[in-house]
């Protein structure tokens, strides 16, 4: 069991927007500023799209966006394209021993 | 441009151990935290562990803790991942993976394309 709890699938249009939550605890992302989410295309690498809850890495598109509130972080991906299909994955710092901790994947289809 | 290439993997029989090695390049290694992380087949990431730049500092997850090591050479320019006891469930493949910055240990920007361990008898 993932110690971040994300949905294990969201779908939308071309065009509409949508929202993948990532729900953790104070130890991980309520204490703390650093929130990854990544994408991945079957069959490839996991590509970084959001560090430290809210940036972009240079070269993601502005349709990507992150934020947080209390425990949950959330991405949110605007103007969806056929492109955006793929899994996404949140990770945050942690206080516990192991330091990292990842969410088990949301699969985004887009219809 | 930076480059991450993994080696070592292949098919091992439960119990046994193996070396994974990460050749790096296109950046000054010897000042970067660096993360193993893997995947089995059909399943999501799980992190594994991180080293400091310098190796003084180390972090395991839970399920590899007291079986699995991290090092490094600076000097070559490689990472490591010693897996001892393998589990059926450690199947998959292994990632070797820069950070972002070293501002944030969790934010995981480079990634290698991976070596498959696979477990079986």
């Known amino acids: 069991q993932s110690a971040l709890t994300q949905p294990a699938s969201v779908s939308g249009s071309p065009g509409q927007s949508i929202t993948i939550s990532c729900t953790g605890a104070?130890?991980?992302?309520?204490?703390?500023?650093?929130v990854s989410w990544y994408q991945q295309h079957p069959g490839k690498v996991p590509k970084l799209i959001i560090y430290?809850?809210?940036n972009r890495p240079s070269g993601v598109s502005n349709r990507f966006s992150g934020s947080k509130s209390g425990n949950t972080a959330s991405l949110t991906i605007s103007g969806l394209q056929v492109e955006d299909e793929a899994d996404y994955y949140c990770?945050?710092?942690?206080?516990?021993?192991?330091?990292?901790?990842f969410g088990g994947g949301t699969q985004l289809t887009v219809l | 441009q930076v480059q991450l290439v993994e080696s070592g993997g292949g098919v091992v029989q439960p119990g046994r151990s193996l070396r994974l090695s990460c050749a790096a390049s296109?950046?000054?290694?010897?000042?970067?935290?660096m993360h193993w992380v893997r995947q089995a087949p059909g399943k999501g990431l799980e992190w594994v562990a991180v080293?400091?730049?310098?190796?003084?500092?180390?972090y395991y997850a839970d399920s590899v803790k007291g079986r699995f090591t991290i090092s490094r050479d600076n000097s070559r320019n490689t990472l490591y991942l010693q897996v001892n006891s393998l589990r059926p469930e450690d199947a998959a493949v292994y990632y070797c993976?820069?950070?972002?910055?070293?501002?944030?240990?969790?934010?995981?920007?480079?990634w290698g394309q991976g070596t498959l361990v696979t477990v079986s008898s």
């Open positions: 296109g950046f000054t290694f010897s000042t970067y935290t």
């Open positions: 104070s130890s991980d992302v309520g204490g703390h500023n650093f």
């Open positions: 080293t400091s730049f310098d190796g003084n500092v180390k």
């Open positions: 993976a820069r950070v972002h910055d070293n501002s944030d240990w969790s934010s995981i920007y480079h």
């Open positions: 990770s945050s710092y942690t206080t516990s021993s192991t330091l990292v901790v």
């Open positions: 430290d809850v809210s």
